[in-house]
Structures are given as structure tokens and as C-alpha cells.
């Protein structure tokens, strides 16, 4: 079941990223020429780059994302596309992907909807009353 509900999670962030691709101009800091002509990096690549950053060095980063592949974006390439990008693109890809998954499922923890796909270890409190996460 959880299986299924990531695949939903993971196919509804990509349907957001694609939808913000297609509407990237809206967000550029220079609509006509950012994002338009091929690079080694596009701008999907970019956004599910900066997505699975895990808190190497950039370097690393790329070579990991690429697969330690010769023809890898540089440091220099992943700047100039970040430069790019308006911190609003960020903000219509969180909220647009948000509001779906409150669709998705009505589980709540505690009041919240926690979302945790990376393999993130999330604390909570301390709680013996708590039988399903509370192992003495």
C-alpha cells in the first residue's frame, strides 16, 4: 500500500515539474532567452537535481546525478542554470505539489500530513501512551 502511494507522490511531483517546464518563462529573470535553447543541463535536470541534493559538495553532486558520466554538467553550468530560476518557481512547484497530495490521503499524524520520501527520519516526541511508536 505504501508502495503504491509513493508511486502516486513520485508521478504527481513529476507532473508538477513538467507543468512548471512548460510555464518556466513565468518564472525566469529573463523570460525570452532563460530556459529556450539546449544545454547540458535542462531545466528538468536542473529541478530534479536540486530536488536530490543530499548535501555533498556540488561537484559530487553532479557526478553522482550523472552517473560519473564524461559529458556531466560543470559547477559553472549548474550556477548559471540556478541564476536562472525565480525563487517564486519554487514556490508554485512546493505549493502546486502540496495541495495535490492533500488529495492523495487523509492520514494525519498527530494533525499533521508529514512527507518523508527521501528515506528522512523524522523525531517525534516521546509519548508512552503512543503503543504504535513507543517501544520501551
Known amino acids: 500500500m505504501a508502495h503504491i502511494f509513493l508511486s502516486q507522490l513520485k508521478t ?3 507532473n508538477y515539474i513538467d ?4 510555464i518556466h518563462f513565468l518564472f525566469s529573470r529573463n523570460p525570452e532567452t532563460d530556459f529556450t535553447r539546449k544545454r547540458k543541463l ?3 535536470e536542473y529541478i530534479q ?3 536530490l541534493m543530499q548535501g555533498k559538495t556540488v561537484s559530487n553532486e553532479i557526478l553522482d546525478f550523472f552517473s560519473h558520466s564524461l559529458s556531466a554538467p560543470s559547477k559553472s ?3 548559471q542554470q540556478r541564476y536562472k530560476l525565480l525563487p517564486e518557481g519554487w514556490d508554485f512547484l512546493f505549493h502546486s505539489f502540496v495541495t495535490q497530495c492533500r488529495s492523495l490521503s487523509d ?3 498527530c494533525g499533521y500530513r508529514l512527507l518523508a520520501c527521501d528515506g528522512s ?3 517525534i516526541a516521546r509519548n508512552p501512551s503512543d503503543e504504535r511508536n513507543f517501544h520501551p
Open 19 to 22: 507543468e512548471l517546464e512548460q
Open 107 to 109: 492520514d494525519l499524524y
Open 77 to 79: 553550468v549548474f550556477t
Open 12 to 14: 504527481v511531483l513529476n
Open 49 to 51: 537535481f536540486m530536488l
Open 121 to 123: 527520519d523524522v523525531n
Open 42 to 44: 535542462t531545466f528538468k
